[in-house]
């Protein structure tokens, strides 16, 4: 069994090839690959080579992790069905090309465990649950944090920084403020306002949320708390993060990282979006076939214009 595949050989360096299956077993499904979404976090540092060091690195590679597509074979302990819609969170099925994360693809063969059953009705933009579950993830960690302590301040109003947003308003907490330095970005507000950091001169935020991945923010952060505030760590980060120490002592500042979002974030964002309460529109703006793999992951990475690029892998069948 074979698939088209988005490969990154090296940094900067993608292409779309056909690679070997790895055999499903009775616990996997074989998946068609409907949309997958391109991340402007995790996937651009692989493009870039910047990653740090992480799990399955190296080239080459199969990016991807905000996926979805149809069950078109399940195994006899993979607990879905043929003609089922699911999310796939990424893969490792293609022998000796790794899958980091994986996703990127027009077919794969997965754990039935993984993936997740989703409602037709989200389209393409279940690529997007990933990013919700990690927005949620940010604030909720599982459902294991309590009580819950939302975002007044949200920095940066990509993406991750709009569901964010968008999550706070649905959950009933006061709108944050979503600080963005990009006009372009700026844009596209719901019941929440975006401002430029600069005409912002509230110095109480309680809880300070990061979308950016700037590894320099922390100064300017910490003197916009309350005393006692949390700021969240919530992007990705690939240079080290320092402070200084006597401006966070003043204020006995909290900070704090996000981890990897979980099954129940996945789940309990599937349900938001499922009936309605978070709306997903407005966030995929760019479309490309995987053939055109090396213009839409550039422009996705260097296009202020573009929320979110997906490749749409119908071409390929």
Sequence with gaps: MKTQAIVLEQPEHLVLRELELTPPTDEDLVVDIEYSGISTGTEKLLWSGRMPAFPGMGYPLVPGYESVGRVVQAGANAHHKVGERVFVPGALCYGEVRGLFGGAASRVVVAGSRVCAVSDSLGEQ???????????????????????????????????????????????????????TNPTRAQGATGYTVVHPDEDPRRDYRAIFDVSGDSSILDRLVLRLARGGEIVLAGFYTDPLHFNFAPAFMREAQIRCAAEWQRPDLLAVKELAETGRLSLDGLITHHANPSQAADAYRIAFGDPDCLKMVLDWSSTR
């Design 126 to 180: 279940a690529v997007l649950l990933a990013l919700a579950a990690t927005a949620y993830h940010s604030v909720a960690g599982g459902g294991k944090r309590t009580p819950i302590v939302a975002p007044d301040l949200i920095v940066g109003h990509g993406v991750l920084g709009r569901l964010l947003a968008r999550m706070t308003v649905v959950a009933g907490f006061a709108p944050p403020t979503v600080w963005e």
